[in-house]
């Protein structure tokens, strides 16, 4: 049972570069979600998802796009980087929206933009 | 919008002794989460609690939940080195549960 894996670990981008930051899960959780974490910010939410088909924002959801065309997958895309999105990512799942079983998170992908 | 605080920021705790932070948060919610991050780490679950009056407890760590005062509370019995990390707490809200964090504590413990 792996739980939630992210991939990469590290990637470091240029300026204006777009990539996918990929979240897998395999334990059948409706609920996934994407933060950042910066120093002294706690965790943000950029996006989430309820379900295979849909998705939506949270607190900081410029610069990133999401779909969840599976119940196991939810990609996170920079569409063009900036400097501003260097920070950690996490992916987090729960089995069901409400929470009720807690959220599971994934090892994190440290992004630098430069 | 939901907003929530966790103080002190950092906390220096001396070996043995106990301690408590404090978590509080802005609207009515019955799901508020604590979580461990180690330096580098991921975030470890700590606590789920889901009723106001809930307590939980794990070794030296004890969570509670007060709704009515939109307050929880981390008791920390006879502080140990292993304990050394960042805190947070998280509250849910609405039905699609987005997750709202606290800036986290930091706690240290000094033989």
């Known amino acids: 049972n792996a739980g939630v894996t992210q991939t990469p670990k590290f990637q470091v981008l240029k300026t204006g570069q777009s990539m996918t930051l990929q979240c897998a899960q395999d334990?059948?959780?409706?609920?996934m979600s994407w933060y950042r974490q910066d120093p002294g910010m706690g965790l943000r939410l950029i996006h989430y998802s309820v379900g295979a088909g849909i998705t939506d924002q949270g607190e900081v959801p410029n610069g990133y796009n999401v779909s969840r065309s599976t119940t196991e997958d939810f990609p996170l895309r920079l569409l063009s980087a900036a400097p501003s999105q260097t920070s950690v990512y996490f992916c987090a799942s729960s089995l069901r929206p409400q929470g009720l079983n807690g959220y599971t998170f994934g090892s994190g992908t440290r992004l630098t933009v430069v | 919008e939901l907003k929530v605080e966790q103080n002190p920021l950092f906390l220096s705790m001396q070996e043995g002794k106990n301690y408590t932070i404090y978590c509080n948060y802005s609207t009515t919610s019955d799901r508020l989460y604590w979580y461990r991050q180690d330096p580098g780490k991921s975030l470890e679950s700590l606590f789920v609690l889901l009723s106001n009056g809930a307590v939980k407890q794990e070794g030296r760590l004890m969570a509670s939940l007060d709704t009515k005062a939109r307050l929880s509370t981390l008791h920390i019995t006879a502080a140990v080195h292993d304990l050394s990390a960042t805190y947070f707490c998280?509250?849910?809200?609405?039905?699609?549960?987005?997750?709202?964090f606290g800036k986290g504590i930091t706690l240290s413990v000094r033989p």
């Open positions: 334990m059948n959780h409706e609920y």
């Open positions: 998280a509250v849910a809200g609405g039905a699609n549960s987005k997750l709202t």
